[in-house]
Nanobody, 116 residues
Framework: QVQLVESGGGLVQAGGSLRLFCAAS????????MAWFRQAPGKERELVAR????????VYADSVKGRFTISRDNAKNTVYLQMNSLKPEDPAVYYC?????????WGQGTQVTVSS
């Protein structure tokens, strides 16, 4: 089973940038399509971006398209989310996981806060 540790969140002003990191353990990490999700208070968890196992294709939610970039380094067992032009509607706890379920495990996530 892949274990996941997210980091890189923090407080940033609107218009600013953050880079999130997802460190994965497990020898099968490179075989999975991976994704970033986010969950804001009182809202359901939503898919933000996903990337194929080799990084060849990426898909983004409309709300982040053109601002966020997902990437991965299979040699480092790491998935990244570069977030630019952050908006007041982006604050949430951000999680990474396999792109498709079922999901029996979630990491602790990393909190992103945007000040206006």
């Amino acid at each position: 089973q892949v274990q996941l540790v997210e980091s890189g969140g923090g407080l940033v002003q609107a218009g600013g940038s953050l880079r999130l990191f997802c460190a994965a353990s497990g020898r099968t990490f490179s075989t999975y399509a991976m994704a970033w999700f986010r969950q804001a208070p009182g809202k359901e968890r939503e898919l933000v971006a996903r990337i194929t196992w080799n990084g060849g294709r990426t898909v983004y939610a409309d709300s982040v398209k053109g601002r966020f970039t997902i990437s991965r380094d299979n040699a480092k067992n790491t998935v990244y989310l570069q977030m630019n032009s952050l908006k007041p509607e982006d604050p949430a706890v951000y999680y990474c996981n396999k792109a498709t379920g079922p999901y029996d495990y979630w990491g602790q996530g990393t909190q992103v806060t945007v000040s206006s």
